[in-house]
């Protein structure tokens, strides 16, 4: 059983360029959320996708975007960068949208805006 | 609005002793807690949930809702422990709210 994968692992934009991360839930799961650690902080919810359906969202602005896929892999995007977006991304999977089951978290990207 | 407090960035202790990781929590439901861990170039991992009152690794943590605390305790703390620390909180439908983190660092 293939736990939670994430790529790439770390990542350099430019302030004003867009990114996309990438996230493979663990092997049974529909569930897919993401969080933005930054540094020092503990992880603040970004959003949750079912079955390719967005299902709840943080207080994160419209340029983060995601997209679920039948295989319930998941994207995160984000327009525009800002120096403040720099941080970690994780992404967690869940057998279930309640998550009574408990979620996986994978080991994250690590994206650097400069 | 729900919100998780960790009062110690940074708790050392040394090896046997006790320790009590500090949360305290804001909600006005009947929240679902938890404690994750996360050790050193390892991922986030659950470490124990209330409603399972299940003890890991030695650690228990009892919720409080007078208090609204879920403080994480150990009697005899070991070296392995070392490592970061996160409260969360959940509701139900909702997700994770997570505490800012203790690093505990246990001393030979």
């Known amino acids: 059983e293939t736990g939670v994968t994430q790529s790439p692992t770390h990542l350099i934009k430019t302030r004003g360029q867009q990114v996309t991360l990438r996230c493979s839930s663990q092997?049974?799961?529909?569930?897919v959320s993401w969080y933005q650690q930054a540094l020092g902080q503990g992880p603040q919810f970004i959003f949750q996708y079912y079955r390719e359906e967005e299902n709840g969202r943080g207080n994160f602005p419209p340029r983060f975007s995601g997209l679920q896929f039948p295989n319930y892999s998941s994207e995160l995007n984000v327009n525009a960068l800002e120096l403040d977006d720099s941080a970690l991304y994780l992404c967690?999977?869940?057998?279930?949208?309640?998550?009574?089951?408990?979620?996986?978290f994978g080991s994250g990207t690590r994206l650097t805006v400069v | 609005a729900q919100r998780v407090t960790q009062p110690e960035k940074l708790l050392s202790v040394f090896k046997g002793a006790p320790v009590e990781l500090k949360c305290n929590y804001s909600?006005?439901?009947?929240?679902?807690l938890f404690w994750y861990v996360q050790y050193s170039r390892q991922r986030l991992q659950l470490l124990l949930r209330h409603i399972s009152r299940e003890s890991i690794k030695g650690f228990t943590a009892d919720l409080n809702k007078g208090e609204t605390s879920f403080h994480l305790k150990k009697p005899f703390a070991q070296e392995e422990d070392s490592a970061m620390y996160y409260c969360?909180?959940?509701?139900?439908?909702?997700?994770?709210?997570f505490g800012p983190g203790t690093r505990l660092s246990v001393l030979p």
């Open positions: 969360a909180l959940r509701s139900y439908g909702q997700n994770f709210v």
């Open positions: 092997s049974g799961h529909n569930t």
């Open positions: 909600y006005s439901g009947s929240p679902e």
């Open positions: 967690a999977s869940s057998p279930s949208r309640q998550g009574w089951h408990g979620y996986t």
